[in-house]
């Protein structure tokens, strides 16, 4: 009367119960009603709750507890559903944890390395130039590359890429580049636009003109009152004279002046030579160079004490044989406005009219030579 279950076999308790005055077994059972089915949504399970009132009272009767209703065994197969959809939910997300934690391991390792071996190249290039890398490491190395590590995005596949191998190279060019600024820097705070000018300034010439014209213009200056003296000229013809030496002299020192500043510029432009050169080795510095700006401040100095020390001596070269004034021009000059008469003793502003007949000049008189009729006179 029972399934193998521990069910009561209903077909065997329809067959108790089922004889009756008929004494057919097929016949209805009155108290018998359909059985209620409900189905998870889920998974499509159903559960069938018999209500018989003739199950329920031999259940009883066995001492059977009163079956499940259906929606109790579908509250029970939904939580036991949802517990294991829960178990497997965690475990997924366990297992995602997990992964991501060993993929997040596995990335830091990865940059790390790939930061440490681009380290060991760049500190390797630096050696390669004869520079030691921890003489930059702070100031130019470390920065550089944690840029290039923080720029790496999470999880990246291949960290590696961040760290070129041309990155060394634009190390060591930007540490170039900055020692290159910093040397034309330094020169530039030594050879400012007037440096070569204050070191042989314009006024050079003017030390050594004077002394120039005193000796070819003094001596004219005194052989014109010589002739003035003696009677060669008058008071108008040594006046147009002297006007003449004024005029030459004045074109004298404005020769003078141009061929100084000739040589001036020829020495500025040795100078500029030596700060040119000084930019050059500015501009072409390598890693391992060393620059030092006074070295060439040095020899711009040097230079300058030596051009002018030697300045007089270029100008009287520059001027070698040259006569700015010749005696001769300067008393046709004189002559050529005091007129034909030559001053004199009877005639002092050397006019004609005031010549006597039988006067003879002192010069003329020394001319002659000495007779017998002259014995004793002296």
Same mark, same amino acid.
């Given at each position: 009367?029972?399934?193998?279950?521990?069910?009561?076999?209903?077909?065997?308790?329809?067959?108790?119960?089922? &004889?009756?005055?008929?004494?057919?077994?097929?016949?209805?059972?009155?108290?018998?009603?359909?059985?209620?089915?409900?189905?998870?949504? *889920? #998974?499509?399970?159903?559960?069938?709750?018999?209500?018989?009132?003739?199950?329920?009272?031999?259940?009883? @009767?066995?001492?059977?507890?009163?079956?499940?209703?259906?929606?109790?065994?579908?509250?029970?197969?939904?939580?036991?559903?949802?517990?294991?959809?829960?178990?497997?939910?965690?475990? %997924? !997300?366990?297992?995602?944890?997990?992964?991501?934690?060993?993929?997040?391991?596995?990335?830091?390792?990865?940059?790390?390395?790939?930061?440490?071996? !681009?380290?060991?190249?760049?500190?390797?290039? /630096?050696?390669?130039?004869?520079?030691?890398?921890?003489?930059?490491?702070?100031?130019?190395?470390?920065?550089?590359?944690? @840029?290039?590590?923080?720029?790496?995005?999470?999880?990246?596949?291949?960290?590696?890429?961040? /760290?070129?191998?041309?990155?060394?190279?634009?190390?060591? =060019?930007?540490?170039?580049?900055?020692? @290159?600024?910093?040397?034309?820097?330094?020169?530039?705070?030594?050879?400012?636009?007037?440096?070569?000018?204050?070191?042989?300034?314009?006024?050079?010439? #003017?030390?050594? *003109?004077?002394?120039? +014209?005193?000796?070819?213009?003094?001596?004219?200056?005194?052989?014109?009152?010589?002739?003035?003296?003696?009677?060669?000229?008058?008071?108008?013809?040594?006046?147009?004279?002297?006007?003449?030496?004024?005029?030459?002299? $004045?074109?004298?020192?404005?020769?003078?002046?141009?061929?100084?500043?000739?040589?001036?510029?020829?020495?500025?432009? &040795?100078?500029?030579?030596?700060?040119?050169?000084?930019?050059?080795?500015?501009?072409?510095?390598?890693?391992?160079? $060393? /620059?030092?700006?006074?070295?060439?401040?040095?020899?711009?100095?040097?230079?300058?004490?030596?051009?002018?020390?030697?300045?007089?001596?270029?100008?009287?070269?520059?001027?070698?044989?040259?006569?700015?004034?010749?005696?001769?021009?300067?008393?046709?000059? =004189?002559?050529?406005?005091?007129?034909?008469?030559?001053?004199? %003793?009877?005639?002092?502003?050397?006019?004609?009219? =005031?010549?006597?007949?039988?006067?003879?000049?002192?010069?003329?008189?020394?001319?002659?030579? @000495?007779? +017998?009729?002259? $014995?004793?006179?002296?």
């Amino acid at each position: 009367m029972f399934t193998p279950g521990g069910q009561i076999d209903l077909l065997s308790f329809h067959g108790v119960y089922g &004889g009756g005055k008929g004494g057919g077994g097929n016949q209805t059972d009155p108290y018998a009603s359909k059985p209620i089915v409900l189905t998870d949504p *889920v #998974n499509g399970k159903t559960f069938v709750q018999e209500s018989n009132p003739n199950i329920i009272m031999m259940q009883s @009767r066995f001492g059977f507890d009163p079956p499940k209703t259906a929606q109790q065994q579908l509250n029970e197969e939904i939580a036991q559903r949802q517990a294991q959809e829960k178990a497997d939910s965690d475990a %997924a !997300a366990a297992k995602k944890t997990s992964d991501a934690a060993a993929a997040e391991s596995t990335f830091q390792t990865s940059r790390q390395k790939a930061y440490d071996d !681009a380290l060991q190249a760049v500190q390797r290039k /630096f050696q390669l130039q004869g520079v030691d890398p921890a003489t930059y490491m702070t100031s130019d190395i470390v920065p550089t590359l944690q @840029r290039q590590f923080n720029s790496i995005q999470d999880l990246s596949p291949n960290p590696a890429a961040a /760290f070129p191998d041309t990155l060394a190279d634009s190390i060591i =060019g930007n540490v170039t580049g900055g020692k @290159r600024t910093q040397a034309n820097t330094a020169l530039n705070q030594i050879f400012t636009p007037q440096y070569v000018n204050n070191l042989l300034p314009d006024t050079t010439t #003017n030390s050594f *003109v004077p002394d120039i +014209l005193n000796e070819q213009f003094n001596p004219l200056s005194q052989q014109l009152q010589n002739a003035q003296k003696r009677g060669t000229l008058n008071p108008v013809g040594y006046q147009a004279a002297l006007d003449a030496l004024t005029q030459k002299k $004045t074109a004298a020192q404005s020769t003078l002046q141009n061929l100084g500043q000739g040589i001036l510029d020829t020495d500025r432009s &040795g100078i500029n030579d030596i700060i040119s050169g000084a930019r050059t080795s500015a501009n072409s510095l390598g890693l391992a160079d $060393t /620059f030092d700006p006074s070295v060439f401040a040095g020899q711009a100095g040097s230079r300058a004490q030596a051009d002018l020390s030697n300045f007089g001596g270029a100008l009287r070269s520059a001027v070698g044989d040259t006569k700015f004034a010749d005696l001769t021009d300067l008393l046709n000059a =004189g002559g050529a406005v005091q007129g034909a008469a030559n001053p004199n %003793a009877a005639n002092p502003t050397g006019g004609i009219q =005031g010549t006597s007949q039988f006067f003879v000049s002192p010069d003329e008189e020394a001319k002659k030579g @000495r007779g +017998l009729g002259n $014995t004793g006179a002296f």
